[in-house]
Every structure is written in C-alpha cells, then in structure tokens.
C-alpha cells in the first residue's frame, strides 16, 4: 500500500468526527467483528476489532489504512485483507499495545506487506 498505513484512505468515505464504534467490519472474504475503539489521531488512526467467537474472541488492531470503504448507512467498514491476514495479523492485547511504538511498527509492516 502506498502511504501512510496508519491514515485513512481519502476514497474511504471517513466522515470526521464520527463514531465508528459499533460498526460492522467486513474483510474481503466475510465479516470480523464489531468496531470496539477507534482513533482518529493524525498519522496513528486505527480501529480495535472485536472479532467475537471467530477467532475465541480476541481483538485485532487495524491501522486505518486498511480501510476501504465506511457505509453509515450500513454501519459498515470494508477492510483490504482476508479473514486469514487478519488473523495472522500479530496479537493484540489492548492494555499492552495501545500506546507501544514498536508494536504499531510490526502491525504497519504486516499491512504494509500486502494491501494494495
């Protein structure tokens, strides 16, 4: 993916200063989870996934770059991955890595890797 990994698509349809939280995540080959947290913050937006009973109810952090598409109609967001790259995504655990450099580093190689 060209760019920044941790900002948004400016063809994602982000609207500022709306509340994501809720929405449905869908990856190109089925749905994820819930949006749990989301950021906006310049050059480190994300949203935190909680992927329910898909896989045994772990969250995933993905940058904003990641993100295709928001429908606020749908209350969806379209994410460029396979369920399977997310899941192989590194592990995430909210109290840990929020705020930790070097893992928004890894999560920003692992995504950088493969979107387009």
């Not at 990856?27 to 935190?48: N, Q």
């Not at 590194?90 to 493969?114: A, I, M, N, T, W």
Request: charged residues 30%; glycine residues 14%.
């Amino acid at each position: 993916m060209s760019g920044n990994v941790w900002g948004y698509r400016e063809t994602s349809g982000r609207a500022p200063g709306a509340d994501l939280t809720g929405y449905k995540v869908e990856a190109v080959d089925g749905s994820i989870g819930k949006v749990d947290k989301h950021s906006d913050e310049v050059g480190s937006s994300y949203i935190v996934v909680d992927t329910g009973p898909w896989i045994f109810g772990r969250e995933v952090l993905l940058p904003a770059g990641t993100i295709t598409r928001i429908d606020p109609q749908e209350q969806k967001i379209y994410v460029d991955g396979t369920k399977e790259q997310i899941k192989d995504a590194p592990e995430f655990e909210r109290d840990k890595h929020l705020h930790d450099d070097d893992y928004r580093g890894q999560v920003g190689g692992y995504y950088s890797g493969f979107l387009g």
